[in-house]
């Protein structure tokens, strides 16, 4: 289980630290101090990212008793408390992911609903909203098509979290091999045309999220401009 052995491994970070505040006095004389430490550095990092709620004191009581071969637990004991730890753990996380989507659902549904009335904001049958920035004169693209665009995605509270422009480098895709509210919008869209894109949740990465800046039930915002339909 991955928790239990970042527990177990901890511990060494713990010692080395001494659990004090800020960084540890500790002088790395040899590689094998230096590795040491860079082990526990990169041990406390993980238990910091995975929010571990545990006492720094026992930690390392832990780690010294069982180095010694004198543990005051069993070896099924030690099993069955980290398998609850985890448990709760986990049950904990899907209760926290729980209350952020739901709080991300209704910040999406009441943007929506106030950017809907906005001028040149168009709104379709899916849910779908979308403003012309400029319109081209090309060609539509159909679900089959593979298309070359420039994009720049961000939150509704403004965090960009893609941009293709950033990147200097347009993207190229399949319309049939992205979110739908993609695959929707860019069929509206003629070569040369820039939209603006406004995707309910259901129309982007839904409950699930994207991982990084995307959480469950987030509404997503894209610039998007169609240069080319690839053939």
Not at 3 to 20: E, K, P, W
Not at 55 to 78: C, F, M, N, P, W
Request: net charge neutral.
């Amino acid at each position: 289980m991955k928790v239990v052995l970042t527990i177990a491994m901890a511990a060494v970070l713990t010692i080395a630290c001494n659990a004090q505040s800020g960084a540890s006095n500790v002088d790395l004389k040899s590689d094998k101090d230096s590795a040491s430490y860079a082990i526990g550095t990169n041990i406390g990092q993980s238990m910091k990212q995975q929010g571990l709620d545990v006492d720094a004191d026992l930690l390392s009581a832990g780690l010294r008793d069982a180095l010694k071969g004198e543990s005051k637990l069993t070896d099924d004991q030690v099993r069955a408390i980290l398998m609850a730890f985890q448990e709760k753990a986990m049950r904990q996380a899907d209760e926290k992911r729980m209350k952020e989507g739901e709080e991300a659902i209704k910040k999406a549904t009441d943007f929506l609903a106030a950017n809907k009335s906005k001028p040149g904001v168009m709104t379709t049958p899916s849910g779908l909203q979308y403003k012309v920035i400029k319109e081209g004169t090309g060609a539509k693209p159909k679900a089959t098509d593979q298309v070359k665009v420039h994009y720049t995605g961000t939150l509704i509270d403004g965090t960009k979290f893609d941009s293709s422009v950033d990147r200097g480098e347009p993207a190229t895709f399949g319309l049939n091999q992205v979110i739908p509210g993609w695959t929707e919008g860019l069929q509206l869209m003629t070569v040369g045309s820039k939209y603006m894109l406004y995707l309910p949740p259901s129309l982007g990465y839904g409950e699930q999220g994207a991982g990084g800046s995307i959480g469950p039930n987030q509404a997503l915002i894209f610039e998007v401009e169609l240069l080319e339909i690839v053939k």
